[in-house]
C-alpha cells in the first residue's frame, strides 16, 4: 500500500501532497492540465513570434531602414521580461491560474490593437505591452505543468508542454506566409489578439489551480481533496484529513531564496544558460526571414522557410526529452555543443535554399531543445515553493538576452555584415551555454550529495 493511502486510513491523516503525486502514475488529469498549458503557451509562441515573420512586409509598407524593427523587437522582449520577473513571484503567493487568464486576455488585447498601430511609435508602445502580459502566462504555465507531474518524469512533462511555444511559432510562419499576401502584415495581429481573447474564458473552469497554493493556503482541505481524487481516481480521504506540502514557509522577499541553501552557483550558471540561449533563439527567430527576404526568396518563403526554425524545436523537443529525463545536465550541455555547430552551418549554406533549409531545421532542433531541456530542469531543481520564481526568474534574465540578441542582429544587419559573420558571431553564445551546463552538472551533482 503507498505511503499516502496507509496515511488515508488513519483518522487523523496528513497527507504530503508531493508525496502522493510522485507515487501515482501519469493520469488523464495531468495531461489535460498539460494539454492546457501547451495551449496557453501556443498562443503566447504565436503572438511573441509574429512581428519577425512579418517584419519584411512592415518595413516595405513602411518604408523603414534595413534593421530599423531592431527596437521593436527589443520593445515587445522588453515588456516580457518586466512581466516575466514580476508576475512568477506574485503567483508564487496569490496562485497561477488567475494570472494565467488574466495575462492571456492582457496580451490577447494588445495584439489585436497592435493590427491597428498608426506608426512605429505605436507600433513599439503596443508591443511592450504584449510583452508584459506573454511573461505572466509563460513561467506559471510551466510551473503548474510541473508541480502537478511526479518527479520522475516532470522534466519531460515540462518539454512536452512548452513544445506549445514552437509550434505556435512555427504556425505563425504558415499563416503568415499565408494571410500577408492576401491581407497584409495587420491580418496576422489580428488572428494573434482574437485566439486569446476566446481562448481563456474557457480556462476559467477547467484549468486547476495550484495545488501547492491550495495546500500552503490553509484551510482549503477539502478543494485539495478533489483536486488529488481527480488526479488519482479510486483514492479516498477520511474525513478531516489535513494535506501539506514538506517546505519551509517562505520568508521575505521570494527571490532571495534562490541564493540560499546552496543554490547560489546553480542559480547564476541556469542565469547564464538562459541569457544566451534566449539571445540566440531571439536574434535567429526575429531576423532569419529578413536574412531569407535579402537572400531573394520572396516574403511569403522567407516565412515558410523561417519557421522551420520553430519546426525543428518541436522535433527536438519530442527527441531530446527522454534523454533530458536520463542524462540531466549532461544531455543539455551536449545539446548546446551541437547548437554551436547548427548556427555556424546556418551561415555556410550560401545562396542554396533546400542547404539553410536544413541548417535552420537543425539550429532549431537543438537550440530550442536546449532552451526547453533548461526550462525543464531549472523546474526539477527548484524546491516547489520558489519553482515558479526560480523558473520565472531564470526567464526573465534570460529575456535580457532576448532583447539584446535582435539589437544586436539589427546592428550587424544595418552594418552589412556578411551571412556567415553573422552566424559565426551567433554561433558563441551557444558555445557559452554549452560551458555553463557542464558546469551545472558538478554543482548539481555536490548539491545532491550534501
Not at 534593421?67 to 522582449?77: H, I, T
Not at 553564445?429 to 558546469?439: G, K, M, N, Y
Request: proline share 4%; with cysteine; aromatic share 10%.
Amino acid at each position: 500500500m503507498a505511503l499516502a493511502e496507509r496515511a488515508a486510513s488513519s483518522a487523523a491523516a496528513t497527507i504530503d501532497v508531493a508525496d502522493f503525486i510522485d507515487q501515482k502514475p501519469v493520469g488523464k488529469f495531468q495531461i489535460q492540465i498539460l494539454l492546457m498549458c501547451f495551449a496557453v503557451l501556443f498562443i503566447d509562441g504565436y503572438d511573441t513570434q509574429a512581428l519577425g515573420y512579418i517584419a519584411p512586409a512592415l518595413s516595405q509598407d513602411w518604408k523603414l531602414a534595413r534593421g530599423a524593427l531592431g527596437p521593436v523587437f527589443s520593445a515587445s522582449l522588453f515588456g516580457l521580461m518586466i512581466g516575466v520577473l514580476t508576475l512568477a513571484p506574485i503567483a508564487d503567493r496569490i496562485g497561477r491560474k488567475r494570472i494565467i487568464i488574466s495575462s492571456a486576455l492582457a496580451f490577447g488585447i494588445a495584439s489585436l490593437a497592435t493590427a491597428f498601430a498608426p506608426d512605429f511609435t505605436w507600433l513599439l508602445v503596443l508591443r511592450f505591452l504584449t510583452g508584459l502580459g506573454l511573461g505572466g502566462a509563460l513561467p506559471n504555465a510551466v510551473a503548474l505543468t510541473a508541480e502537478y507531474s511526479p518527479h520522475r518524469r516532470r522534466a519531460s512533462m515540462v518539454m512536452i508542454m512548452f513544445i506549445g511555444f514552437s509550434v505556435g511559432a512555427a504556425v505563425g510562419g504558415f499563416i503568415a506566409a499565408a494571410l500577408i499576401s492576401s491581407y497584409g502584415w495587420r491580418s496576422i495581429f489580428v488572428v494573434g489578439g482574437i485566439a486569446p481573447l476566446v481562448f481563456a474564458p474557457l480556462l476559467a473552469i477547467p484549468l486547476p489551480e495550484s495545488i501547492r497554493y491550495l495546500t500552503l493556503a490553509g484551510e482549503r482541505d477539502t478543494e485539495v481533496a478533489g483536486l488529488l481524487t481527480r488526479l488519482a481516481p479510486g483514492s479516498s480521504f477520511p474525513q478531516g484529513a489535513h494535506f501539506t506540502i514538506n517546505e519551509p514557509a517562505l520568508a521575505g522577499i521570494p527571490v532571495a531564496h534562490l541564493f540560499r541553501e546552496g543554490r547560489t552557483l546553480a542559480t547564476l550558471l541556469f542565469w547564464v544558460v538562459f541569457f544566451m540561449s534566449l539571445l540566440d533563439i531571439y536574434l535567429l527567430a526575429n531576423w532569419l526571414t529578413t536574412i531569407l527576404n535579402d537572400l531573394g526568396a520572396s516574403v511569403s518563403t522567407s516565412a515558410a522557410i523561417g519557421s522551420m526554425f520553430q519546426v525543428g524545436g518541436v522535433v527536438g523537443a519530442f527527441a531530446l526529452g527522454t534523454s533530458i529525463d536520463r542524462f540531466t545536465f549532461r544531455a543539455m550541455a551536449l545539446i548546446y555543443l551541437c547548437t554551436t555547430v547548427a548556427i555556424f552551418l546556418i551561415g555556410q549554406s550560401g545562396h542554396s535554399i533546400p542547404l539553410a533549409t536544413i541548417a535552420i531545421f537543425l539550429g532549431g532542433f537543438f537550440l530550442i531543445g536546449g532552451q526547453n531541456a533548461a526550462n525543464a530542469l531549472s523546474a526539477t531543481f527548484y524546491p516547489t515553493m520558489v519553482r515558479s520564481t526560480g523558473v520565472g526568474w531564470a526567464l526573465g534574465i534570460g529575456r535580457i538576452g532576448s532583447i539584446i540578441g535582435p539589437f544586436i542582429g539589427g546592428i550587424m544587419l544595418a552594418r552589412q555584415v556578411s551571412t556567415e559573420t553573422l552566424f559565426t558571431y551567433a554561433a558563441v553564445p551557444a558555445l557559452i551555454a554549452c560551458v555553463a551546463s557542464f558546469a551545472l552538472v558538478g554543482v548539481v551533482r555536490r548539491l545532491n550529495k550534501s
